[in-house]
C-alpha cells in the first residue's frame, strides 16, 4: 500500500531543477507533499484532490495524474533552502472518509551552490 | 496559536520498561496521527484516531503497543516492555478534517538500553 517514490536521491546545483515521482498501485482519492529537513518534523507542502490537479508554492508546484495514480513534484531553480527529503503521502479512494494517510519512503535532495 | 505539542522530547528506557509518548494537537483538531521513524528511513504509519475512537491501528504491532485518544486531554502512544528495536523518533500529527493538512509535533527520540 506504501506509494512508491523515485528516484530515491537527487543532487543539484542551485538553479537547477528537479522531478520527484509518486506512483501508487491503489486508486488514489489525494495526494500530499511534505519535506523534512534533518533533525527537523516533517513541514507540509500542498495537496492535490483532482485528477489532473496541478498546484504551486513558490517555485515548487505537484501534478497529480488520477488515472495513472501518480504525482510528480516539481522544483525549478533551487535554492540551498529546499534541500531535504521530500515525502509524498496518499489517500486511497473509496475508504469512506476513514482512509489513512499512507508515505512514501522519501526522496532526498541536496542542492549544492 | 500554539502548534502540535510533543512530549518528552527525549525518553531513555531500559528494556523491560514502559514508555508513554504524548502528544497534544493543535487546538481544533479531533484527528491525531502517530508516525515511527528510524534514521534515515521514511514515516511509517502506525494509528489513526479521532476523539475517542481508533480508526485504523493496522500499522501498529498486535502486543505491546496501544494508542488512544480521549474525550480531554491529550493523545497517549504506550509501549509496554520495551525492546532495542523499539528504539526510534516517534512523530504524531493532527489534522482539523479528514484529508486535511497534517501539522507534525517535533517527535519524541526514545532510546532503549
Known amino acids: 500500500q506504501q506509494p512508491v517514490q523515485s528516484p530515491q536521491a537527487v543532487i543539484l546545483r542551485e538553479g537547477e531543477d528537479a522531478v520527484i515521482n509518486c506512483s501508487s498501485s491503489k486508486a488514489l482519492y489525494s495526494v500530499h507533499w511534505y519535506r523534512q529537513k534533518h533533525g527537523e518534523a516533517p513541514v507540509f507542502l500542498m495537496i492535490?484532490?483532482?485528477?489532473?490537479e496541478q498546484k504551486g508554492h513558490e517555485k515548487i508546484s505537484a501534478s497529480f495524474n488520477e488515472k495513472k495514480q501518480q504525482s510528480s513534484l516539481y522544483l525549478t531553480a533551487s535554492q540551498l533552502s529546499y534541500s531535504g527529503t521530500y515525502f509524498c503521502g496518499t489517500v486511497h479512494a473509496g475508504s469512506s472518509n476513514t482512509g489513512k494517510l499512507i508515505f512514501g519512503q522519501g526522496t532526498t535532495l541536496q542542492v549544492k551552490p | 496559536n500554539a502548534g502540535v505539542m510533543q512530549n518528552p522530547r527525549h525518553l531513555v528506557r531500559r528494556r523491560g520498561q514502559e514508555a508513554r509518548l504524548r502528544c497534544s494537537p493543535m487546538?481544533?483538531?479531533?484527528?491525531v496521527y502517530w508516525y515511527r521513524q528510524l534514521p534515515e528511513e521514511g514515516l511509517k504509519f502506525m494509528v489513526y484516531l479521532q476523539k475517542e475512537n481508533i480508526i485504523d491501528e493496522s500499522g501498529m504491532p498486535k502486543e505491546r503497543f496501544s494508542a488512544e485518544f480521549p474525550k480531554e486531554g491529550p493523545s497517549i502512544l504506550r509501549i509496554q516492555q520495551v525492546v532495542r528495536g523499539d528504539s526510534a523518533a516517534y512523530f504524531c500529527?493532527?489534522?482539523?478534517?479528514?484529508?486535511?493538512?497534517?501539522?507534525f509535533g517535533s517527535g519524541t527520540q526514545l532510546s532503549v538500553l
Open positions: 487546538k481544533g483538531h479531533s484527528h
Open positions: 492535490l484532490l483532482k485528477g489532473g
Open positions: 500529527a493532527s489534522q482539523g478534517q479528514y484529508n486535511e493538512k497534517l501539522f
